[in-house]
């Protein structure tokens, strides 16, 4: 069996990690601080927080906003859950907009029709590692038609003095947009690092700062390390130091603090990231590129342009001319062939709680379309020269048994 997305454990790994274990700091120590600095170098922000997972950091940075019940965050509808569930976490709205038809990511042209006074927060998501329209989304927020209707009512909001952008760029670390890597493209930005993403901990995430004055982004770093730990005002390595022992809580704060465990196998990863990773990855899409290229029912995904690359973390081919339900037949043939796929992702407005919210997937045309013929490919370092071809065999092969169905 072709598995989809497992992760690269290797004896460097190995090896990172069972030094942590032996160091005696197994919590937020050493390492942990040690890829918060490497991540700030790697993106070219202005300061990083590791978390245990980018979920965390989206809700985190929606609280230090004061996003809250009456408050509206406008989001695609073409995302994971996680991105709209933080905003209900925090008692607000999630405001669907639809998505692009050649990248999977927010139509930024469709967003200024869904602002209104309400609106705090624009959290547009990065979707396989394609950078979004950056520009065109920072611009936004600071036209005065837009501006005019901010209405702040949080001390952060009164001073950034209009909507803030969150990017969501779970899948995008070591995407970049015009020169620049993901991270250090807006307001702030948050990574994952989950098991199947293109540079895990296992489990985790982090916030890229990158706050414009007058914000101090080393201040917000240091707020947010006293939020993410219960609001204490010492994590256990200051408290180590000789007679400072003693702490305080200065706020009701969360438990979403990052371990040097998972840091030991972050930082294998970034090291060899841009130039072994990646690399891998891109080659792995050349491959998908050529055979599908070639096969009139195939679409295959947009990964550059002339100032964006992607991160190459998903492969999301669509096949032409297909139903949603023929999607799901095709993917069943490909499963028999012992070859994993999967969708990526079922809409947010599809699924139950948002459907009994009011939510309707058939709002945004463009998402469901997108969705109903999208099959993500397997894209993992060990994948082979000739697994590749074998996923390429059974996908041509099941796609072909259900369109002389048609």
Known sequence: MIPFSPPRIDQKIIDEVVAALQSGWITT??????????????????????????????????????????DEVILPAYTYSATANVVIHCGAKPVFVDVNSNDFNIDVSKIEAAITPRTKVIMPVDFGGYPCDYDELNALVKKVEVKSKFVPTHANQEILERIMILSDSAHSIGANYKEKKAGALTDVSVFSFHAVKNLTTAEGGAIAFNFPEPFDNDEIYKFMCILSLHGQNKDALAKMQKGNWKYDIVMAGYKCNMTDITAAIGLIELERYDNDTLVKRAEIFKHYNQFFSAKKWAEAPTHFNDFKLSSYHLYPLRINGITEEQRDEIMQHIFDKDVSVNVHFIPVPRLSFYKDMGYDVMNYPITYDNFSREISLPVFYNLTVEQIQTVCEAVESAVEKVIEKI
């Open 29 to 70: 120590g050493p390492r942990t601080k040690l890829f918060e600095k490497k991540l700030t170098e790697y993106c070219g922000n202005k300061a990083t927080i590791a978390l245990n997972s980018a979920t965390a950091g989206l809700e985190l940075m929606l609280r230090w906003y004061g996003v809250k019940e009456g």
